[in-house]
């Protein structure tokens, strides 16, 4: 019949709208049920067994590109690993597996209750190229086509000036050409060609 207790001051006091409360985490919790008539009932209930917390996983960040094998590492403290729903690109992996080929990947870890993580990632370890060779020469004019096999080209110097187009480019006038490529994985290519018809 603390009533100082049962406030809602209390920093631990939930009014129920209704006679339904919804337990989202584990602990004591303790019930007072009032009648029309001022009287009391109480009940202590132990919930031990809630999980919402989604898995922890470490190696790996979403939508991010690696231009290096990676090893991934997940656990979950409160309701455990559900190996059977835990896939890359949907097979079956265990915790400590290690990506080393190109590709696109999907990661989905799960725990024992349904709480996951989903990952998209990329292994990308090829450079961006542009149709030509590095260190040779050409009697023609030239169409530079510029190429990223998996994550994309994200950036392109050539003599030293960025360009903002990854559209081809059309080169004619005799003389060096020193071209940069980067990709989103940061793989980077240099190539130095020249023109002379």
Known sequence: ?????????????????????MAEKSGVYSVRITDKNGYNTMAKISITN???????VSGVKNNK?????????????GSGINAKKTTLNGKAVKSGVKVDKEGNYTLKVYDNV????TYNFSIDFTAPTAGVENGK????SLTLKFKDNLTGIKKIVLDGSEVTSSSPMYLYANGEYELELWDNADNYRKIVFYIKK
């Open 1 to 21: 019949n603390n009533d100082e207790l049962w406030s809602p001051a209390n920093k631990n006091y939930v009014a129920l709208d209704g006679e339904s409360f």
């Open 50 to 56: 809630i999980d919402v917390t989604k898995p922890t």
């Open 65 to 77: 590109a690696y231009n290096k094998a990676i090893t991934i590492k997940f656990d979950d403290e």
């Open 114 to 117: 349904g709480n996951y993580r």
């Open 137 to 140: 020469t050409y009697k023609e």
